[in-house]
């Protein structure tokens, strides 16, 4: 999750407080209304562990990372 932290500062200048609370508002929103074994891989993957680590790496760019 800090890794998205991190680019949620870089792309807004928000302070890392407020990135935090923003990340994991929209994560708990994504929890909320997502079938519960997604919620669990998502969990997984702001985490960086468990399979859904190549995943995470896939969607570099789609976070905007290259």
Do not use: C, H, Y
């Not at 990340?23 to 969990?43: C, Y």
């Amino acid at each position: 999750m800090d890794e998205l932290i991190k680019l949620v500062v870089a792309k807004t200048g928000i302070s890392e407080d407020l990135a935090r609370k923003a990340v994991v508002t929209v994560l708990d929103f994504l929890k909320k209304k997502l079938p519960a074994p997604i919620g669990g891989q998502l969990d997984a993957l702001v985490s960086g562990t468990g399979p859904m680590d190549s995943i995470k790496k896939g969607l570099g760019g789609f976070l905007g990372k290259k």
